[in-house]
């Protein structure tokens, strides 16, 4: 039998359904940061497409399949990290003496390059007191405010938590 609509033929399930997921993103997105004003949708819808097209070009279909729940997880050690990181840069800060050992620590990880282990190497490099400052071989080089805390471990666990959210794990 055939379809009433030849391009649905054409296009793969998974392609069809992360069109449709991430036009819907980037329209939640478009109308939270503008507003639900009937004059500006055209305008949305040109952002939305040519969004979409940009990340499917960018970031083809069929890749990695997002896990909500690990996602969750990692979010939330994400935003618990940054935060006890935050006091503690802070407590150091504003203490008399400075209470650093500065230094590099490596960091072995298990992501294979590309563009995931660009991607969580941008995410550590979101949390207070440790900055990624190379790569060598599998290892991630990290500058951090206190070497004596447990930095290549801490990273070791959000990494597992970022392979599982991204469902290589």
Known sequence: MTSLNAREDDLPPRLASALASRAVLFLAFWLAISGWEAADLPVGLVAVAGATWTSLALLPAGGARLR?????????????????????????ALRPELDLRPGFVTASLRLPPGNARNA????????????????????????GLDVGQPIARDLAREEALFMRALGDE
């Open 120 to 143: 969580f190497s941008a995410l550590a490099s979101l949390m207070p007191g440790t900055l990624p400052v190379g790569m060598e071989a599998d290892s991630l080089v990290i500058h």
């Open 68 to 92: 909500l729940g690990a996602l969750t997880r990692l979010a939330v050690s994400f935003f618990r990290g940054s935060a006890v990181s935050g006091f503690d840069v802070a407590r150091r």
